[in-house]
């Protein structure tokens, strides 16, 4: 069917060596946070300087770009992205997108830190749901964890994103010695207030004090414990992103896990994921990088970056390399911070 006379023919779509469509964006707005968890970052961390950040309308045109191109989920990232100066500017371009009905859906990942301050904002601005990475209710332990953060300032945050109508979905990474024996609390708090939540294996990425291989608990375990309270009755939910789900029957609420070290969850992956100096890496666990910057600043118009943007797809692998051993560095030098959760 053609379109209507005068209209343009709509672009290919972004589509990898794998066949796979790629329809959804992450992008990492700053690599700063007002944190700094024991497994994402490192105690003394040197961060980006201010001047080789994207401008928030070189992000806002990337974005377009994308979407140009059957991106239809675009999920804001950091670092704590609502820590950068002037993000709601950022948000209320993109909104743009889906009031023409071009995006299906504009979302956020956070800390929860500064959710009271923007969380009417963001509704106002069509964010219809969230995630919050939260790995702990006790507030000693959440201070260790993230080396300086109140656990009462993410809980405020939370209750007004909930009194904003904005849906919430609790991120815990899987803590072995630290949280596994409240996991199960959790997930009755979290379902209890009418939040989704999920678990994620810890991820190897970027050099940290300690080793990670003291951290990590297969959810395998974390998941063969849980049934001895809880029946989990498996889901077909897909929500865009590497979860599998389960129903807590129990507790009525859903539950996620994802498991990139003891079950690789790349064979639908539909997402890239975009710096927030303009790198695009086609994998979270791969270091291969396309770098739009150069692209977006050679030319006032978009051809140049729609072509490196294609270009990049094309080199998209099947999927990452993670692995986590003793006296290993980390599988991926930078930390989760630089590309985004």
């Known amino acids: 069917?053609?379109?209507?006379?005068?209209?343009?023919?709509?672009?290919?779509?972004?589509?990898?060596?794998?066949?796979?469509?790629?329809?959804?964006?992450?992008?990492?707005?700053?690599?700063?946070?007002?944190?700094?968890?024991?497994y994402c970052m490192s105690d003394d961390m040197t961060f980006l300087p201010k001047r080789d950040l994207l401008t928030l309308e070189e992000l806002d045109r990337l974005c377009g770009v994308f979407i140009d191109r059957g991106v239809r989920k675009l999920r804001i990232t950091g670092g704590e992205p609502l820590v950068r100066r002037?993000?709601?500017?950022?948000?209320?371009?993109?909104?743009?997108?889906?009031?023409?009905?071009?995006?299906?859906?504009?979302?956020?990942?956070?800390?929860?830190?500064?959710?009271?301050?923007?969380?009417?904002?963001?509704?106002?601005?069509?964010?219809?749901?969230?995630?919050?990475?939260?790995?702990?209710?006790?507030?000693?332990?959440?201070?260790?964890?993230?080396?300086?953060?109140?656990?009462?300032?993410?809980l405020d945050g939370l209750r007004a994103a909930r009194e904003a109508g904005i849906k919430v979905k609790i991120n815990a990474v899987a803590l072995r010695g630290v949280n596994e024996d409240e996991i199960a609390d959790m997930i009755a708090w979290a379902h209890g207030d009418g939040m989704d939540m999920t678990l994620i294996e810890v991820m190897p990425l970027g050099e940290i004090e300690g080793d990670r291989t003291d951290q990590f608990l297969p959810l395998s375990v974390?998941?063969?414990?849980?049934?001895?309270?809880?029946t989990l009755t498996p889901l077909p939910d897909r929500t865009g992103g590497p979860a599998r789900y389960v129903r807590v029957e129990e507790t009525g609420g859903r539950l996620g896990f994802i498991t990139p070290l003891t079950h690789n969850f790349c064979e639908s992956c539909n997402r890239v994921r975009l710096t927030c100096t303009g790198q695009l890496y086609m994998c979270l666990g791969q270091e291969d990088a396309a770098d739009l910057r150069a692209a977006l600043r050679a030319s006032p118009d978009d051809a140049l970056v729609t072509e490196a943007v294609i270009e990049a797809i094309s080199r998209k692998p099947k999927g990452h390399d993670f692995v986590i051993e003793r006296a290993r560095p980390a599988a991926v030098p930078r930390h989760m911070s630089v590309t985004g959760g």
């Open 222 to 230: 974390a998941r063969a414990r849980l049934e001895s309270r809880y």
């Open 86 to 154: 002037d993000i709601m500017h950022l948000f209320r371009r993109l909104s743009r997108h889906l009031d023409s009905g071009a995006l299906s859906e504009l979302t956020l990942t956070t800390n929860g830190t500064q959710l009271a301050r923007y969380a009417d904002a963001l509704a106002s601005l069509g964010v219809k749901r969230i995630n919050v990475s939260l790995d702990t209710l006790d507030p000693e332990k959440f201070r260790a964890i993230t080396r300086r953060g109140d656990l009462s300032v993410v």
């Open 1 to 38: 069917m053609r379109p209507p006379a005068g209209r343009p023919l709509p672009a290919a779509p972004l589509v990898d060596p794998f066949q796979r469509a790629i329809t959804y964006l992450r992008i990492s707005v700053t690599d700063r946070c007002d944190l700094r968890c024991v």
